[in-house]
């Protein structure tokens, strides 16, 4: 009786040395012959879009993306990953003890290919609040041909660039929403998008037409007797959705920052936002509630705008109550995936990491600074810009791949 306790107890105490070693072991321990003592490492998770890309640990090669590299000394690597046609992603990572570093690396591509999405001329475009359509203006005396579709007429169009069903995949195709008219100069008009990207403001000289996003306005409604009162109901809807925001962050320092800024860019899965504190030059465009300006005004205020500034733009991450500066540029907006931006510059587009790391320059050339956009997949930038050739006398828009 004596012996076969014995052996129970022993049992019991081999499975649980044996059990308590294997969660030891996977947490990354190891037994170093050097100090005669058990060791801490760490693991690196990496990532990438496009995958199988090779990676690179201190210059040396140790695997292929999508792969985990187990018991790492724990300490500061310098990792590059690297893909054919592809612009080196480069960062230095700290790896701690029985702990796992996670990357997530987007390769873009060393050569973009540059596209065009319309062909004979397009003017006055503004992307929609939700990021999903462009609103744009093709000129009178010209026909518009988007890429693959039949010839358009002038007037006012909306491309809806988020991906639909196979049912609807004509709706990602522009559509007209409004006729030209005869003594109506539709590139002078200004234009504006309701808070919950539905409607289109059309501001003439002699009136203001309001136009239903989704369909062709055979007869625009006149909304100038209550413009004023649209107006204020508007910026009264877009100051509720932005305050809601604002006081969603817990952190009340950071809530501060938000709520002191002259511009507030969220990413788009709101874990962080971008921020432009100068209050004088953070506007990129004249907004239409300078409509309700006085003429003069109006008019000093496009002159300004007329003159664009860099800024300093700062990226606010919630979760880890981190704050980054980026270089300063025209214009930055978020690309899809929440984790890098574009910045533009003069005659040339980077996209960058949302800490700052992977500048990388995706275009140079002339393009229109205001008329960068971000497609909603994050396959492609859209640009406005002009190539003098026979079949484009006007500018267009084209499209840079990102993948």
Known sequence: MNRRFFF??????????????????????????????????????ITSIPDQASVYLDGHLSTATNANINSLVPKKYKVRIIKEGYIPWEKELEVKEGLVTEIKARLFPAIPSIFPLTYNGIENSILSPDGQKLVFVVPDGVDSDVASSPPKKSGIWVWTMSERPIAFARANEPHQIMVSQSGINLSQAKIR?????????????????????????????????????????????????????????????LQKIAS????????????????????????????????????????????????????????????????????????????????????????????????????????AGTFDINSVYAWPDGSRLAIITFFPIPTAERPNLYGINLK
């Open 8 to 45: 129970t107890i022993l049992f019991i105490v081999a499975t649980a040395l044996i059990a308590g070693g294997a969660v030891f072991f996977a947490k990354g321990y190891r037994f170093s012959p050097e100090k005669g003592t058990f060791s801490g490492t760490g693991i690196m998770s």
């Open 193 to 253: 998008w309701s808070p919950d990207s539905s409607q289109i403001m059309v501001t003439l000289p002699d009136r203001t037409l309001l136009l239903e996003d989704d369909r062709l306005n055979e007869s625009p409604r006149d909304i100038t007797p209550i413009l004023q009162p649209t107006l204020s109901s508007w910026e009264e809807e877009k100051s509720t959705k932005d305050l809601a925001r604002i006081q969603s962050i817990k952190d009340l320092n």
């Open 260 to 363: 002191s800024s002259a511009l507030v860019k969220w990413a788009p899965d709101e874990t962080k936002f971008l921020i432009c504190e100068d209050k004088e030059n953070c506007l990129e465009q004249v907004e239409p509630q300078s409509l309700l300006l006085t003429e003069n005004k109006v008019a000093e205020e496009s002159e300004k705008s007329n003159t664009p500034q860099k800024k300093k733009f700062k990226i606010v991450d919630l979760k880890k109550r981190e704050t980054f500066t980026l270089p300063e540029s025209y214009q930055a907006l978020w690309l899809p995936d929440s984790l890098h931006l574009v910045l533009v510059d003069e005659n040339k587009i980077s996209v960058i990491e949302f800490d700052g790391g992977n500048n990388h320059v995706i275009y």
